[in-house]
């Protein structure tokens, strides 16, 4: 007699190959125990939370009373003798809702599924048998295929069941989202996995984009990602989108996948190319981790098995081929994703008859570790529970729970003004705006009028005109001759005539430069000029020559005229007056 196991393969791998003439497509996912369970808890949380108004949770009890009730009505059992939920009726609409929704089957469906195919006059399976295996009443000798080896060795001792069981899970869903893109269980089981910063907030984003577009959760993250890769301005999303600020991880995501359908479609040979998409996905699981990890360990295990195991239905697929002798027909057009059409055609195949035997698989013995919220974490904060995935973040309804006390003073921690840390400046340290003077600076010069400067500066240029010097020379005659007139009691008679004449002659000489015409005034501005570039240059040159030397003190002007004669007395001392005061002096003398 064969294995209940084995009969199971056949009859899903016989459904597969006349899935066509009940289902719109052959890429249909067939959900086994574990997917069905998983589907249920999800269909009972959405109904707490409408009906009831009560939080997206579900105890487990309820989950596998509701999990009986849902097996031995679909298998036209009789019931238990445990009354159903209230809300039974629409438990069961919400699951099979997500089945239709996600283009998925369970092995419920399949088994009736065959019944109307009528492919063979006995049933491979009894309902009761399917019962009891979905149940996880009947224990079944493993296949040596299976995800537990049969000799364990060291490595496989430091990861535990739960690890590996959430590694194998991620492997599967990403070898499924190539196969059934719409398959919204395994989008939520690989969205984050490895961290790509796509939380439990992002995938309620993704969720409610779906919700309004009409569309699967794949294919709103594709819309969203391409429209603003490729799309123009107008066809852009627009700013206040939700998944704006998600953009950098969908992206990553999609680019991801994107990989994984270019290794399909290029990679003829089955064996190959799946080797290859195995690879690939161990080596976004494992980056960043050691060697000694549980989730490590359990990557390596499962890649190697996968590999073996694709080249082995590889292997049986080309022997049925060859041995009917008849071409496979060509594939329908809605059944073919983009770029698989010729080249990942028969690596389709195969991972399709991969993701049915791991249908088929015995269920997960431990409910509680299966259906827990506290599933292992292998990237980010959150673990990999299917159920939190779609839960959706709590959002704030007025109320804090931390006291006003703490809340002020988180507010005041935020408004003061931090402390600036000082850096270490470069020698140009004066340049800069927001530069303070350092330290012993400013102990040394408390005020800014303070600040040092030149000990030694050089000697300032004095500049002057040709009319300033005449109107010096001029202020000198007449000084002198102020300075004379006190002392005219003491000088001769003669004297003092003689000197008032050369005033006067002096005076007359002005008088004619004042009157002459036009051209002469010219003629004596000409020479003025030229006067005064001559002096200046000459001052120029005094002050080149005697730029490095220290300045030397002025030479005192005789202040006091020797007479010759007797009754001779020393004048006052001269005392030097602004531009322009000895015209004023001769003037008001006259």
């Known amino acids: 007699m064969e294995a209940l196991g084995d009969r199971l393969k056949l009859m899903v791998k016989t459904f597969r190959r006349e899935c066509h003439r009940v289902l719109q497509s052959e890429r249909t996912t067939v959900y086994g125990a574990d997917g069905m369970l998983m589907v249920l808890q999800l269909a009972m949380a959405e109904v707490n939370k409408k009906q009831r108004g009560g939080e997206f949770k579900v105890a487990l009890s309820d989950v596998l009373m509701a999990w009986k009730h849902l097996l031995l009505d679909k298998l036209h059992l009789p019931p238990p003798s445990s009354a159903?939920?209230?809300?039974?009726?629409l438990i069961l609409e919400a699951y099979?809702?997500?089945?239709?929704?996600?283009?998925?089957?369970?092995?419920?469906?399949?088994?009736?599924?065959?019944?109307?195919?009528?492919?063979?006059?006995?049933?491979p399976v009894?309902?009761?048998?399917?019962?009891?295996?979905?149940?996880?009443?009947?224990?079944?000798?493993?296949?040596?295929?299976?995800?537990?080896?049969?000799?364990?060795?060291?490595?496989?001792?430091?990861?535990?069941?739960?690890?590996?069981?959430?590694?194998?899970?991620?492997?599967f869903s990403y070898l499924s989202l190539l196969v059934n893109s719409k398959n919204d269980m395994a989008?939520?089981?690989?969205?984050?996995?490895?961290?790509?910063?796509?939380?439990?907030?992002?995938?309620t984003d993704i969720k409610h984009a779906a919700h309004d577009h009409n569309t699967?959760?794949?294919?709103?993250?594709?819309?969203?990602?391409?429209?603003?890769?490729?799309?123009?301005?107008?066809?852009?999303?627009?700013?206040s989108d939700p998944l704006r600020k998600h953009f950098k991880g969908l992206s990553e995501f999609v680019q991801f996948l994107d990989n994984l359908e270019e290794i399909l479609g290029e990679i003829p040979d089955p064996s190959a190319c799946g080797s290859r998409l195995v690879a690939a996905i161990r080596a976004a699981l494992v980056k960043g981790r050691c060697?000694?990890?549980?989730?490590?360990?359990?990557?390596?295990?499962?890649?190697k098995q996968l590999k073996e195991r694709i080249c082995q239905l590889h292997q049986i697929q080309k022997q049925a081929a060859h041995g009917t002798g008849i071409s496979p027909a060509r594939p329908k057009a809605h059944a073919v994703n983009h770029a698989t059409a010729y080249g990942g055609r028969d690596t389709v195949k195969v991972l399709m008859a991969l993701l049915d035997e791991e249908a088929v698989s015995p269920p997960c013995p431990n409910k509680a570790d299966l259906l827990s919220e506290d599933q292992p974490v292998l990237s980010g904060t959150d673990g990999t529970c299917f159920l939190m995935m779609f839960r959706s973040p709590e959002v704030s309804t007025g109320c804090s729970p931390e006291p006003l006390r703490n809340r002020v003073q988180s507010r005041l921690d935020l408004l003061k003004p931090k402390a600036r840390v000082r850096v270490i400046r470069s020698q140009f340290a004066c340049t800069y705006k927001d530069e303070e003077l350092p330290l012993n600076r400013v102990l040394d010069f408390p005020s800014s009028s303070q600040l040092p400067t030149c000990a030694h500066s050089a000697p300032k240029p004095r500049t002057t005109t040709a009319v300033d010097d005449e109107c010096s020379s001029e202020a000198e005659d007449t000084t002198t001759v102020f300075a004379a007139k006190p002392?005219?009691?003491?000088?001769?008679?003669?004297q003092s005539?003689?000197?008032?004449g050369a005033t006067l002659q002096q005076r007359s000489g002005n008088a004619q430069n004042r009157g002459a015409g036009p051209g002469n005034r010219k003629k004596t501005g000409i020479q003025m000029q030229s006067k005064g570039n001559k002096r200046k240059q000459l001052e120029s040159d005094q002050r080149d020559g005697s730029e490095n030397e220290p300045p030397q003190k002025k030479q005192p002007s005789s202040a006091s005229v020797k007479m010759p004669g007797k009754n001779v007395c020393k004048a006052p001392s001269k005392k030097k007056l602004i531009a322009g005061q000895g015209k004023l002096t001769s003037f008001f003398r006259v």
């Open 84 to 89: 159903r939920s209230e809300n039974y009726d």
């Open 96 to 123: 099979e809702s997500f089945l239709k929704r996600s283009n998925a089957v369970d092995l419920v469906d399949i088994f009736s599924m065959y019944k109307q195919l009528g492919l063979e006059p006995e049933e």
């Open 126 to 171: 009894s309902p009761t048998q399917l019962f009891e295996f979905l149940s996880g009443n009947m224990e079944i000798p493993q296949p040596p295929d299976s995800s537990v080896p049969s000799t364990p060795s060291r490595r496989v001792d430091l990861c535990s069941s739960q690890v590996k069981m959430a590694v194998r899970r991620v492997f």
């Open 187 to 203: 989008l939520a089981l690989t969205l984050d996995v490895p961290s790509r910063s796509l939380g439990r907030q992002a995938f």
């Open 216 to 239: 699967s959760l794949f294919l709103a993250v594709t819309s969203f990602v391409r429209a603003i890769q490729l799309g123009g301005k107008g066809y852009a999303p627009a700013e």
């Open 291 to 303: 060697s000694g990890e549980a989730a490590y360990v359990a990557a390596e295990e499962t890649t």
């Open 487 to 494: 002392t005219s009691g003491c000088l001769s008679k003669e």
């Open 497 to 500: 005539e003689a000197q008032r």
